[in-house]
T-cell receptor, first 113, second 115 residues
């Protein structure tokens, strides 16, 4: 069965530092992969997605992610974190013909000034 | 920018009571979903809905749950007799197409507390 693993439950970085959030997936074919962000009291907002083509995907808010088939990974990166990036980040993969999303457990990001 | 809306934002109910959670998907979308997130756990798929019928449902979505699109704009999730373990954040989502690359747009969620 498809699954998504986010190994880091909490990450704390200093403002201006670089960020990488890890995501590993288990899926037989070429996956459709997504990163969502959830700010407190808000819904899930799409940051970026990968479904084919260039393995480096650009998203909103300065985020990017790289699909690596050999490592079954889709890690999210940002070169310089802002305090407003503090939120919970979810990696997800599409599963099945009706496109249900399988989510990872999420990574909560804290940003220190 | 179009967005998915959900009401109420919070609901407290007694065990055994019926609740209806409401969602207004993005207006030209055709595919609708409910997910839930129990506190401290993953976001889990409940059900997908297209063309006025359920496309897929998870093991969680038992006979106590039902979904409906009563009119052209609303999409509802009903829990017939709530249990303590139904306490969770419930998210509605919609998408414009069926392809796996289609983005699902999520609402802000309804936090349900069953006492």
């Amino acid at each position: 069965a498809q699954s998504v693993t986010q190994p880091d439950i909490h990450i704390t970085v200093s403002e201006g530092a670089s960020l990488e959030l890890r995501c590993n997936y288990s899926y037989g074919a070429t996956p459709y992969l997504f990163w969502y962000v959830q700010s407190p009291g808000q819904g899930l907002q799409l940051l970026l997605k990968y479904f084919s083509g260039d393995t480096l995907v650009q998203g909103i808010k300065g985020f990017e992610a790289e699909f690596k088939r050999s490592q079954s990974s889709f890690n999210l990166r940002k070169p310089s974190v802002h305090w407003s990036d503090a939120a919970e980040y979810f990696c997800a993969v599409v599963s099945g013909g009706y496109n249900k999303l399988i989510f990872g457990a999420g990574t909560r990001l804290a940003v220190h000034p | 920018e179009p967005e998915v809306t959900q009401t109420p934002s919070h609901q407290v109910t007694q065990m055994g009571q019926e609740v209806i959670l409401r969602c207004v998907p993005i207006s030209n979308h055709l595919y609708f979903y409910w997910y839930r997130q129990i506190l401290g756990q993953k976001v889990e798929f409940l059900v997908s809905f297209y063309n006025n019928e359920i496309s897929e449902k998870s093991e969680i979505f038992d006979d106590q749950f039902s979904v409906e699109r009563p009119d052209g704009s609303n999409f509802t999730l009903k829990i017939r007799s709530t249990k303590l373990e139904d306490s969770a954040m419930y998210f509605c989502a919609s998408s414009g197409g069926q392809g796996g690359q289609e983005t699902q747009y999520f609402g802000p969620g309804t936090r349900l507390l069953v006492l």
